[in-house]
């Protein structure tokens, strides 16, 4: 079974902190994702990755940057947090190829920026 | 105008009507389309995944596109206070790039 595990389910953070959320995954899966999500506003991508290294920004990436070091490991990077990235934000990911293949998900980390 | 629109609810059903959950896209170059449930505090899950129109069934879930029309639904038959949950549409263009999401409809169904 995938498992996709977001290494803190709550975190709080003071406005300026560097923040690192991190993300491992267990099933080899090439793309990784960044998700956040808001009430009224639902998942929305911040960035993906398609291979370790390789990188592609979302919807949303001011503010954000991102690592993959290792195929397994995701990190979602806060340089200098603000009240407006106070979030859900959600990693995901899934196989290169195959088209009915799902989107697997962590179970979030919910960050409050005070 | 956001990409892929859906009513946020909440939706409250009696045990065992008949729910059905919708979205509309403007985006005519969406391929694949997915239903995805989130229970509280917990991430999405796949339930459902189409691909072009048409109907696909699973028991109880039944999932529809109107490409024509740019709509898609999600039904589900004999619901159950176990379906309550937030359901999200998602739709992409071509198999390896990220989804794009509806904001998602909370659904509670009462015992």
């Known amino acids: 079974d995938v498992k996709v595990t977001q290494s803190s389910r709550y975190l709080v953070k003071r406005t300026g902190e560097k923040v690192f959320l991190e993300c491992v995954q267990d099933?080899?899966?090439?793309?990784m994702f960044w998700y956040r999500q808001d009430p009224g506003l639902g998942l929305r991508l911040i960035y993906f990755?398609?291979?370790?290294?390789?990188?592609e920004k979302g919807d949303i990436p001011e503010g954000y940057s991102v690592s993959r070091e290792k195929k397994e490991r995701f990190s979602l990077i806060l340089e200098s947090a603000s009240t407006n990235q106070t979030s859900m934000y959600l990693c995901?990911?899934?196989?290169?190829?195959?088209?009915?293949?799902?989107?697997?998900f962590g179970n979030g980390t919910r960050l409050t920026v005070t | 105008q956001k990409e892929v629109e859906q009513d946020p609810g909440p939706l409250s059903v009696p045990e065992g009507a008949i729910v059905s959950l919708n979205c509309t896209y403007s985006?005519?170059?969406?391929?694949?389309f997915m239903w995805y449930r989130q229970y509280s505090r917990k991430g999405p899950e796949l339930l459902m995944y189409?691909?072009?129109?048409g109907n696909k069934e699973d028991g109880r879930f039944t999932a529809q596109v109107d490409k024509s029309s740019k709509y898609i639904s999600l039904f589900i038959r004999d619901s159950q206070p176990s379906d309550s949950a937030t359901y999200l549409c998602?739709?992409?263009?071509?198999?390896?790039?990220?989804?794009?999401f509806g904001s998602g409809t909370r659904l509670q169904v009462q015992p």
């Open positions: 995901a990911s899934r196989p290169r190829t195959g088209a009915s293949r799902p989107l697997h």
């Open positions: 099933m080899d899966h090439e793309n």
């Open positions: 990755s398609y291979d370790v290294k390789m990188k």
């Open positions: 985006n005519s170059a969406f391929q694949y």
């Open positions: 189409t691909y072009s129109s």
């Open positions: 998602a739709m992409i263009v071509f198999i390896g790039r990220a989804l794009t």
